[in-house]
């Protein structure tokens, strides 16, 4: 299956969740995920959208309960569209954030850690980050679809939208 096999005009996610990467001058909050969707991989703090909640206060509580950072001003940057072939079909919303307080804490969800963003260890994180999230932290705003099939990802597609 491809992209472009689907109708996204009328795809609805089965999950909505939302992930925030934290910059720190050249560096970027980074977790060792531990439970859910992607244990075992390098991921950014995130989670679902709760009911009742809108996606930048899942941000927040999200960072705040697998990290114990309190974020502030987050940056909208792109929205993430994946279609697993087992049905699974997840929205992601990304945000950057550089207005943060609070210490690092692990958690029974996830390890942080402050990385290098040219030290990005793409191999343990998903597949598909590597085609957007060095653009997202230069700022570029993006729309990504993907087909997963498990953790394999089988298509993309990626836009790039101009931002300021
Ligand atoms: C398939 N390729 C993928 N590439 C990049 N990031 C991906 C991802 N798939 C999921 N993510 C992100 O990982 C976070 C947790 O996902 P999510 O399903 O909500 O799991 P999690 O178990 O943490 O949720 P709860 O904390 O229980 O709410 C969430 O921000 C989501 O955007």
Redesign the pocket.
């Given at each position: 299956m491809k992209v472009k096999d689907i109708d996204w005009t009328t795809w609805i996610p089965s999950?909505k969740?939302?992930?925030t990467y934290i910059l720190d001058g050249e560096n970027v909050l980074l977790i060792h995920k531990k439970?859910?969707?992607?244990a075992g991989m390098v991921?950014a703090p995130?989670?679902?959208i709760e009911e009742g909640e809108t996606a930048v206060e899942a941000a927040i509580r999200?960072t705040k309960e697998e990290v114990g950072l309190d974020t502030e001003n987050l940056i909208f940057s792109g929205d993430?569209y994946?279609h697993f072939l087992d049905g699974l079909k997840?929205r992601?919303t990304v945000y950057l954030c550089r207005d943060f307080k609070g210490s690092l804490i692990e958690t029974d969800?996830a390890s942080p850690f402050w990385c290098a963003i040219k030290d990005i260890p793409w191999e343990n994180m998903?597949e598909?980050?590597r085609h957007w999230l060095p653009q997202a932290l230069k700022n570029e705003r993006f729309t990504g679809y993907?087909i997963?099939d498990k953790e394999k990802m089988v298509d993309k597609s990626l836009v790039f939208h101009a931002s300021n």
């Open positions: 999950e969740a939302v992930i439970t859910g969707l992607g991921n995130g989670g679902h999200e993430l994946f997840l992601g969800e998903w598909d980050d993907f997963f």
